[in-house]
Antibody, heavy 116, light 107 residues
């Protein structure tokens, strides 16, 4: 079956960067892209962006442009999301999902805490 | 960007009763709407895509309808395990956007 397994919880200082990984299995990795969504505690879902193996074919939400980079490694079937210049407002659970528009399957989530 | 607005913000329903959740898009998204269910401490789960197609393994009591700017998710007979927050999402245009969610509780 399809599985997306994300890296573990992170604690970062303000101004630092975080890189979250999403290792996939159970489907043809190159057939669909990976999206990223975050959820601030007690709040709703916020779409961050999407990428596939074509590095020229990435889409980022305006709120994150210039601060986020999404990549994939087809050899390890893993997607990555790096967010820079962290502030306390970036404290959230970050999810990866499989699909180009529809998020068919989701990772378990990676909590990221930004605190001095 | 396309704004998705859900109503009501919360809903309290007796077991066995039906519930209808609404989602409105700020411009036409054709039929490119998905619905997700999220239980506390869990990632979202896809319920409905293409406005009315049930995802694999989703019980038949969940159904979706709508087109262009008006969409709805109906739970025909609420079960205790349906307590969750439900989100709509459009994938007609970039950036993809979610509604703010509707919380469904048992009365």
């Amino acid at each position: 079956q399809v599985q997306l397994v994300q890296s573990g919880a992170e604690v970062k200082r303000p101004g630092a960067s975080v890189k979250v990984s999403c290792k996939t299995s159970g489907y043809t990795f190159t057939s669909q892209g990976i999206g990223w969504v975050r959820q601030v505690p007690g709040r709703g879902l916020e779409w961050m962006g999407w990428t596939n193996i074509d590095i020229d074919n990435r889409k980022y939400a305006p709120a994150f442009k210039g601060r986020v980079t999404m990549t994939t490694d087809a050899s390890t079937r893993t997607a990555y999301m790096e967010l820079r210049s962290l502030t306390s407002d970036d404290t959230a659970v970050y999810y990866c999902s499989r699909g180009d528009g529809i998020a068919f399957d989701w990772g378990q989530g990676t909590p990221v805490t930004v605190s001095s | 960007e396309i704004v998705m607005t859900q109503s009501p913000a919360s809903l309290s329903v007796a077991p066995g009763d039906g519930a209808t959740l609404a989602c409105r898009a700020s411009q036409s998204v054709s039929g490119n709407v998905a619905w997700y269910q999220q239980k506390p401490g869990h990632p979202p789960r896809l319920l409905i895509y293409h406005a009315s197609s049930r995802a694999s393994g989703v019980p038949g009591r969940f159904s979706g309808s709508g087109s262009r700017t008006e969409f709805s998710l109906t739970i025909s007979s609420l079960q205790s395990e349906d307590v969750a927050v439900y989100y709509c999402q459009q994938y007609s245009d970039w950036p993809r956007t979610f509604g703010q969610g509707t919380k469904v509780e048992i009365k």
